[in-house]
């Protein structure tokens, strides 16, 4: 039997999405022209760092290269606006969504930092839940981490929801931690748009890189961009992320060699071909995944995933995901992270980036299971 792996939120795995020929190229001449092979500052070479300004920068908010720092991949942004902002000593606390990214709570909990998960509702396309969210704010919340385009759940917020979250943190006076790995893997009908493109005084630390939407997620190139009309991070924030690159003396520098280029020259067609095949591996996954009893599919906004609610009551010889995942492994050769990794029980994540055919195989394989173990 063929073995599916749905598991992987690693798009490259299959060989179906490949980056495009300016990005290969782009590496290629940095290179041969042999003149990025030292070190750079550890923040980054100034016009890499104003091509990551000018790629963010739009009518709605304006970067400069001073705001830009580089990492190695966007997991090595986020591990340093968690540690500059947070501080254990004081016994300090992030605000992370459930459903979420595991990262934030391994990068917090890992240097002391504690986690306190706000909710997101499935009802309600993924929203944050801003009552809870408000509910969990203490004089030691030291930042709140907004993950749009969101993974696991494919959701993607309107304007009107950022506002609403940055307003309880302006009340709060706690800044944003914005993870925007996703930036524009947005479906049709819907619009990305960036925490920090809506004017608000909010100090926020936008995350982001190369890893998902230009397919190269190896290359581990990320960066942060800072959002502070305030000033409130001149002191301290912003010396701090210098010091923080620093102590692994900044990320790779044939990445930041190639990447004006890859940022000003891949083209548009390579962006929306992506948008068309998670598109349509999304339509499938509804299409078929709705024939199913006992499962309720939910419709990605845009990113590379999409999640499905079991109905574990239907399926009274599982007691939880785990389980109930494992066997489907067993009996279907289905792999799908059950939501336990992201702390929601009752769910699953299916990712969209496999080849179509194998998409819908493992799909009827799921409907098939489901059909043969519920009650
Ligand atoms: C993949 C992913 C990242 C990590 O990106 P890298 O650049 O590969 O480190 C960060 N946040 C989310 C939500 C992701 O899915």
Same mark, same amino acid.
């Given at each position: 039997?063929?073995?599916?792996?749905?598991?992987?939120?690693?798009?490259?795995?299959?060989?179906?999405?490949?980056?495009?020929?300016?990005?290969?190229?782009?590496?290629?001449?940095?290179?041969?022209?042999?003149?990025?092979?030292?070190?750079?500052?550890?923040?980054?070479?100034?016009?890499?760092?104003?091509?990551?300004?000018?790629?963010?920068?739009?009518?709605?908010?304006?970067?400069?290269?001073?705001?830009?720092?580089?990492?190695?991949?966007?997991?090595?942004?986020?591990?340093?606006?968690?540690?500059?902002?947070?501080?254990?000593?004081?016994?300090?606390?992030?605000? &992370?969504?459930? #459903? @979420?990214?595991?990262?934030?709570? +391994?990068? $917090?909990?890992?240097?002391? *930092?504690?986690?306190?998960?706000?909710?997101?509702?499935?009802?309600?396309?993924?929203?944050?839940?801003?009552?809870?969210?408000?509910?969990?704010?203490?004089?030691?919340?030291?930042?709140?981490?907004?993950?749009?385009?969101?993974?696991?759940?494919?959701?993607?917020?309107?304007?009107?929801?950022?506002?609403?979250?940055?307003?309880?943190?302006?009340?709060?006076?706690?800044?944003?931690?914005?993870?925007?790995?996703?930036?524009? &893997?947005?479906? #049709? @009908?819907?619009?990305?748009?960036? +925490?920090? $493109?809506?004017?608000?005084? *909010?100090?926020?630390?936008?995350?982001?890189?190369?890893?998902?939407?230009?397919?190269?997620?190896?290359?581990?190139?990320?960066?942060?961009?800072?959002?502070?009309?305030?000033?409130?991070?001149?002191?301290?924030?912003?010396?701090?992320?210098?010091?923080?690159?620093?102590?692994?003396?900044?990320?790779?520098?044939?990445?930041?060699?190639?990447?004006?280029?890859?940022?000003?020259?891949?083209?548009?067609?390579?962006?929306?071909?992506?948008?068309?095949?998670?598109?349509?591996?999304?339509?499938?996954?509804?299409?078929?995944?709705?024939?199913?009893?006992?499962?309720?599919?939910?419709?990605?906004?845009?990113?590379?995933?999409?999640?499905?609610?079991?109905?574990?009551?239907?399926?009274?010889?599982?007691?939880?995901?785990?389980?109930?995942?494992?066997?489907?492994?067993?009996?279907?050769?289905?792999?799908?992270?059950?939501?336990?990794?992201?702390?929601?029980?009752?769910?699953?994540?299916?990712?969209?980036?496999?080849?179509?055919?194998?998409?819908?195989?493992?799909?009827?394989?799921?409907?098939?299971?489901?059909?043969?173990?519920?009650?």
């Amino acid at each position: 039997m063929i073995f599916f792996i749905l598991i992987s939120g690693d798009p490259t795995v299959f060989g179906n999405l490949k980056a495009c020929k300016q990005t290969k190229e782009a590496i290629i001449k940095v290179i041969e022209e042999g003149n990025h092979d030292g070190y750079a500052p550890a923040v980054g070479f100034q016009n890499a760092r104003e091509a990551v300004a000018d790629y963010l920068s739009d009518d709605n908010v304006e970067y400069s290269s001073e705001d830009i720092i580089l990492c190695s991949g966007c997991s090595s942004s986020l591990e340093m606006c968690i540690t500059v902002l947070a501080d254990p000593q004081r016994g300090q606390n992030i605000l &992370i969504p459930r #459903p @979420g990214f595991p990262i934030y709570r +391994t990068l $917090a909990e890992s240097i002391g *930092v504690k986690v306190k998960y706000y909710n997101l509702i499935p009802e309600k396309d993924w929203e944050v839940d801003l009552d809870h969210l408000e509910s969990l704010i203490d004089h030691n919340t030291a930042a709140i981490v907004l993950n749009n385009p969101s993974n696991p759940c494919g959701s993607v917020y309107s304007e009107s929801h950022i506002r609403k979250m940055l307003a309880i943190a302006y009340n709060y006076r706690v800044p944003v931690i914005a993870d925007e790995i996703y930036d524009r &893997i947005v479906f #049709p @009908g819907n619009k990305f748009v960036s +925490t920090a $493109a809506l004017n608000s005084p *909010v100090p926020i630390l936008v995350c982001g890189g190369l890893a998902k939407r230009f397919l190269v997620p190896g290359w581990r190139l990320g960066w942060i961009a800072i959002h502070d009309k305030i000033g409130a991070f001149d002191s301290e924030v912003r010396q701090g992320l210098v010091r923080l690159s620093q102590r692994t003396i900044g990320s790779n520098t044939l990445l930041q060699g190639a990447l004006p280029d890859i940022l000003k020259n891949t083209p548009q067609t390579f962006f929306d071909d992506l948008i068309d095949t998670l598109v349509e591996n999304s339509k499938i996954c509804m299409n078929i995944l709705s024939k199913a009893k006992g499962i309720i599919p939910f419709k990605p906004q845009g990113t590379m995933y999409m999640m499905v609610e079991i109905e574990l009551n239907k399926f009274p010889e599982f007691e939880n995901m785990l389980q109930f995942g494992q066997k489907l492994i067993e009996e279907e050769s289905v792999f799908c992270l059950p939501g336990e990794c992201f702390e929601i029980p009752g769910f699953m994540r299916l990712v969209l980036t496999i080849p179509q055919v194998l998409m819908e195989e493992a799909c009827w394989r799921i409907v098939e299971f489901c059909n043969r173990h519920n009650v």
